[in-house]
């Protein structure tokens, strides 16, 4: 008897946890659809390619290494001989290509598998006299005025250094390395073959000067 009445005083507990956990079925499989609901789509679009590209700014492509003597003469007045200063040098200038002028527009797909890509045109990134392996080998008729001079005639040969870069086809050596270069690179983060075209800007004409 007493076990009788033990089981008819647990009958509404078991009823209440029985209640309680088929509601918490129903509760969880439709929070659990909710979720999935609310979880992001995968969209792929081509924002992503363009991201890529412009992480790439400036690339450097081809480096020219030079080694000079130059000259510097500096007329200081008739009446005395010209100042003159011969220097050793040597130099360097970069050819690379500016990415982040490549815009959305720049970036044609064509069908499944290929895509056009206009690039800037090639630049000289920098030019530069490398002091540390320069010397000035021999100064005339520099009138107490050395250091000047000296300072000078660097300015001059640094300046003599991007001239020699354009006359030795860097920009020529950076287009042509471009394609070898950045096309697996590009074909890589597109997942297409890539076609590389020169980047063309419709300039406005210059306004004639107001009367």
């Known amino acids: 008897m007493p076990l009788i009445r033990l089981l008819i005083k647990l009958i509404p507990w078991i009823i209440v946890l029985v209640a309680g956990i088929f509601l918490w079925r129903m ?49 200081v007045s008739r009446w005395v001989p010209d100042s003159k200063i011969v220097l050793i040098v040597s130099g360097e200038a970069v050819g690379c290509v500016d990415f982040t002028q490549i815009t959305q527009a720049d970036i044609q797909f064509q069908g499944d598998s290929l895509v056009q890509i206009a690039i800037p045109a090639p630049e000289i990134c920098y030019y530069k006299v490398d002091h540390s392996k320069s010397k000035v080998f021999s100064k005339e008729n520099t009138y107490f005025q050395d250091a000047d001079l000296v300072e000078e005639s660097f300015r001059y040969a640094e300046q003599n250094v991007k001239k020699a870069a354009l006359n030795s086809g860097i920009l020529r050596q950076t287009k042509v390395n471009a394609e070898k270069i950045l096309k697996p690179m590009l074909e890589e983060i597109t997942g297409r073959r890539v076609v590389l075209v020169p980047q063309r800007r419709i300039k406005n004409p210059k306004l004639p000067p107001k009367r």
């Open 27 to 75: 509760v969880k499989d439709y929070f659990a659809d909710n979720e999935a609901e609310k979880e992001p789509k995968v969209v792929v679009n081509y924002n992503t390619i363009l991201t890529s590209v412009e992480d790439l700014g400036k690339m450097e492509l081809v480096r020219y290494n030079f080694k000079d003597v130059v000259e510097y003469k500096k007329s």
